[in-house]
């Protein structure tokens, strides 16, 4: 009886979860009474995923696979298909014996935050299979769903069998692919500021966000390394344009800040270095980049 009760109580708070979020779809209905009884049947509960898939007009894209702490399996799926406009949609679902326990997207048409919600199935972030899904991607023996928004950020979801977190993300620009920054094994996130067309400047101003079992964290030992040596390998050639020398300088500031230099004095010495630099065609995409280095380098920004 204790079981059932926490297998009702488990159902209940993902569908309450899924209603107060309309970034999540709801799942079917079902019985009350199907909830107080213990449920242990992947084959079922992959059911269930087709036949809303099957009522949302979406199909199979993308499947991962993997293994919960105690050997049950644990399999998600990456769905797509079209909305009422023929945009593209996508939604991402994941199974356990016991449960749907991750139901992302698909976002409802017209919704203004459609391009920053996580929805699609990542099946591995790097090419060639490197830190797949259903896998433990931080180290604390739980494995990892990745999904992916439209606009390329990435959320990490820590899965149980009755249930899924995201994972806390801490860094200074939202992340969109992934590495092992400090080489313990476990996936760190890379997060860059975006480029807009026509930038002459275009600096890649980069964080990262070391993985800890249960957050990605940018104010971290090992992040600070990295972001000293990008900040003493990074020069431009003596005889680059001048577009290239205030890239580089650029791309330095931010990671001599990030690296944990006080922000004031690294500007300091920005804008006394650029000087020879800046023209009136380059001065208004100059002072953009400064302002986010000021703005953004050192303050945390939870995402």
């Known amino acids: ?25 709801p799942f079917l209905p079902v019985d009350a009474a199907v909830l107080l009884t213990p449920v242990d049947d992947l084959p079922a509960q992959l059911a269930r995923v087709d036949a809303e898939a099957r ?5 199979s894209e993308a499947r991962a ?53 996580p929805v699609a199935l990542v099946e591995s972030v790097l090419p060639g299979g490197g830190f797949p899904s259903c896998r433990d991607l931080t180290g604390d023996e739980v494995p990892d769903v990745v999904a992916r928004a ?3 950020a990435l959320a990490v979801y820590s899965v149980t ?12 620009f939202p992340p969109t692919t992934a590495t092992d920054v400090n080489g313990d094994g476990r996936m760190d996130l890379v997060c860059r500021a975006a480029r807009e067309p026509g930038d002459e400047l275009a600096p890649e101003l980069l964080d990262v966000a070391i993985g800890d079992r249960v ?29 290239a020398q205030l890239r580089a300088l650029l791309e330095v500031a931010f990671a001599r800040v990030r690296a944990g230099e ?36 050192r303050p945390p920004a939870r995402r």
């Open 161 to 172: 069998r009755l249930g899924a977190t995201r994972m806390p993300v801490t860094c200074a």
């Open 55 to 59: 009522a949302l007009g979406l199909q």
């Open 150 to 152: 439209d606009d390329g």
């Open 215 to 243: 957050a990605f964290e940018h104010d971290h030992p090992d992040a600070a390394a990295f972001h000293q040596r990008r900040a003493e390998a990074r020069r431009a050639a003596a005889d680059a344009d001048a577009a």
């Open 65 to 117: 696979e993997g293994k919960l702490p105690g050997g049950e399996a644990l399999v998600a799926l990456g769905l797509i298909g079209r909305d009422a406009s023929g945009r593209t949609i996508r939604a991402t679902r994941v199974v356990s014996p016991s449960a749907i326990v991750l139901a992302l997207g698909p976002t409802e048409l017209g919704d203004p935050l459609r391009d920053a919600a």
């Open 262 to 297: 006080r922000t004031e004095d690294v500007v300091e010495g920005l804008d006394r270095d650029a000087v020879r630099w800046v023209t009136p065609a380059t001065r208004a995409r100059w002072m953009n980049h400064r302002r986010t280095i000021v703005e953004r380098a």
């Open 1 to 25: 009886m204790r079981r059932r009760a926490a297998l009702a109580a488990a159902w209940f708070a993902a569908a309450g979860g899924c209603a107060s979020n309309h970034h999540v779809s």
